[in-house]
């Protein structure tokens, strides 16, 4: 194993998979012992036992008492994947602020728990040392700070945002982005930049609910295209309704779509790229689950690939660090100037407090080691969810597995209502998303998502389960 990747214990993990995939670690057969493996791989015995305990979360591996490590029979209830959505002929009118007001009001309560929203506890993330860093610049230069600053906002944050550009193959200047409040703010100034009220959006289905809330306070209309739980958007169908329809602009997620949290190869994503280019439609891409990734480099944002130059970037710390400091940035190219008039209008500028302790984090080297924590915590965290879901919701139940980000996509049979579950999710203490909110035509009503952004602990283990066990007695009452 490659002694100088960080978390040893993921790359065994890798590997016993891969041994099992091809038959040289066979169903039932028991694996060397931990210190066997920690001294072949010259790696430490918590290290090898971490692996263990991960494929045993999965339900790769089967932990006996005082005997070991065995590779699982036929993995219990291992689930399929969802279902890749159909295509739709025509745009939709999007009327579901009522429902989006509704799960938000739900997801913020403490005493439900909290599967619901696909924000990041901040137990979890231990952002104290960033908030030691907004405190400093209070305390030292609190009047200097309390002003308006540039539209454009801080530029040392706008520079050291640059440099981490760079590792992904982007040359970005400080001066190309805009800072933003949030990600939600940088994509409302792109579409408000590029389309007017009446006109289409191409989206991916299903899609964030937060997107088309969007879409419906500014009069636009979504026009759903059919997208993979693994391989994101069909291109050869919005090539279909490019033909056939007007769109102002499309909207996509970089990598790890929610709620499916699917991701486009290289190649399909310069496909996509050349197909827009030759319709002259721009690209609105969303990148805010981009450094939340589960494999050994960061997936470049079509923003860095050729043919990215009439992309919209848009971005932000909310998932992966600080979702209270609202700290977002924009990225518009050929658009920044209409980016520019917009934001002036909007809200003139962003807080600048949070903008310089953020620009010090970054700056001090500290991000990094956060991500690598983050990712092994949320990449542990869905493997857990998904065994507990294997273990407790009906058999046909069909579920995402992502490769990064910390939502989970599941589709039950058609005829099963989740906004039934919801109600009685609700009475039972626990929140999650319905489906029907990540689509413009309130399709997936079948479909929930889950968030495995909190700490795993016994409660939400146990609500997870509880959920399932909910699951089933509704199924169960459908088939009568």
Known sequence: MDTHTPYRYLQLAELIVSMIDNGALAPGKRLPSVRAVSEEHHISVFTALRAYRLLEDRGILIARPQSGFYVAGKRRGALALPSASRARAKASTVSISGAVAGLLEHASNSALVPLGCSVPDAALLQSKRLDLALARAARLHGSRYNVYCAPQGDARLRQ??????????????????????????????????????????????????????????????????????????????????????????????SNFNNPLGSMMAEADKRALLALLARHAVPLIEDDVYGDIYFGRERPKPFIALDGGANTIYCSSFSKSLAPGYRVGWITAGAYAQQVMERKLAFSLCSPVLPQVALADFLASGAYDAHLRRVRRIFEENLARMTHAIEGSFPADTKVSRPNGGFVLWLELPKGFDSRALFDEALEQGICFAPGDVFSASRRFRNCLRLSAGSGWNDRIENGVRRLGELAGVLAARWDM
Request: proline fraction near 4%; glycine fraction near 6%.
């Open 160 to 253: 050291e945002i640059a440099k981490r550009a760079m590792r992904f193959g982007h040359a970005l200047s400080p001066d190309d982005m805009l800072i933003t409040s949030g990600c939600t703010e940088a994509v409302t100034l792109a579409l408000t930049a590029v389309a007017k009220r009446g006109d289409t959006i191409a989206v991916e289905s299903p899609t964030y609910f937060g997107l088309l809330h969007t879409l419906e306070m500014l009069g636009l209309k979504a026009l759903e295209v059919p997208t993979s739980p693994t391989h994101g958007i069909d291109i050869d169908v919005l090539a279909r309704l490019l033909d056939t329809s007007s769109v102002a602009a499309c909207v996509l997620s």
